[in-house]
């Protein structure tokens, strides 16, 4: 199930370059297959039973204020100068903060990126045994 046009709207109150910025990504994320979105008080998360991407608004030294910034968790550390910082969380898990400072940055890369962040979000899910939207 997807967010609410409402209620990213609501999420993105005061920041309207970013509320466009998110439904361009939204959009794009179309070709992902099945996941859910869940807006919380400081960001929204896109989840395949495991969170594997979320969207907020944080502010990251030297990042344009109406940036999106998104969040990827992958398998291995990307090696790219788009990521702003990577945190190793566990064994085999990272967590990389992207800005999203243009329409022009939701391009290929980033969308083969969130394409892995989904399927690493649904294979952790089964290898914990949780539900996800395709069972």
Known sequence: ??????????????????????????????????????????????????????????????VPGQSLILTLMMPYRLESPRVLQAVQTGAGRWTHHIAVAGPGEIDGELLNWLREACEFGLFRSLRRGLKTDNN
């Open 1 to 62: 199930m997807r967010a609410g046009r409402g209620e990213a709207a609501a999420f993105f109150r005061g920041h309207e370059t970013t509320l466009r910025l998110y439904g361009l990504l939204e959009e794009a994320m179309d070709g992902l297959g099945e996941f859910s979105v869940e807006v919380k008080k400081t960001q929204i998360s896109f989840r395949r039973g495991c969170i594997f991407a979320c969207a907020s608004l944080r502010k990251l030294p030297g």
